[in-house]
T-cell receptor
């Protein structure tokens, strides 16, 4: 099992461009989480998705940010019209999501470091 | 609402000294608590969870419901313990469980 994959590992964008971050969960995992880590800060929850459904997007900015987890393919975090303040590390995690107590371990990807010039 | 507090951004200790990374939580129900670790240039990984009561790499953590704490301890710090440590909480129940992370504590072990 290759673990959670994220690409690209590093992404540079100019202000106003779009950023697309991809996350492939571990095999057999149907739950995906996105987190943002600003420099010198902790992880901040953004969004939680299951296949084809957004379950909780309470941590996601209302504008410019969107996420999806299609039936086929990776989960995508999309940031439109990026600004310098979007520069951060974006981490994806997956879990089996069996819905049982004790099954909440999240397995993290290596992150995508977004730099906005 | 769930809340996890790690009061120390940075903790520096000498090699061989005891380590205690503090974590306090706020949650009205029964929580499940975790410690995650992120070594330099590596991905975040689970260190331990309170329900398994394991000792991983010499680290232990006891859930104290009276003090709402889940401090991470190790009797003798090693240089390879230098890393970022995150305390996390999720409700101890079935269905969707949002994980709330603390802001993290950077542990620096001085040789």
């Amino acid at each position: 099992n290759a673990g959670v994959m994220q690409n690209p590992r590093h992404l540079v964008r100019r202000r106003g461009q779009e950023a697309r971050l991809r996350c492939s969960p571990m095999k057999g995992h149907s739950h995906v989480y996105w987190y943002r880590q600003l420099p010198e800060e902790g992880l901040k929850f953004m969004v939680y998705l299951q296949k084809e459904n957004i379950i909780d997007e309470s941590g996601m900015p209302k504008e410019r940010f969107s996420a999806e987890f299609p039936k086929e393919g990776p989960s995508i975090l999309r940031i439109q019209q990026v600004v310098r303040g979007d520069s951060a590390a974006y981490f994806c995690a997956s879990s089996p999501g069996l819905g049982l107590a004790g099954s909440n371990e999240q397995f993290f990807g290596p992150g995508t470091r977004l730099t906005v010039l | 609402a769930q809340r996890v507090t790690q009061p120390e951004k940075l903790l520096s200790v000498f090699k061989g000294a005891p380590v205690e990374l503090k974590c306090n939580y706020s949650y009205s129900g029964s929580p499940e608590l975790f410690w995650y670790v992120q070594y330099s240039r590596q991905r975040l990984q689970l260190l331990l969870r309170h329900i398994s009561r394991e000792s991983i790499k010499g680290f232990t953590a006891d859930l104290n419901k009276g003090e709402t704490s889940f401090h991470l301890k190790k009797p003798f710090a090693q240089e390879e313990d230098s890393a970022m440590y995150y305390c996390a909480l999720t409700p101890h129940s079935g269905g969707y469980q949002k994980v709330t992370f603390g802001t993290g504590t950077k542990l620096q072990v001085i040789p």
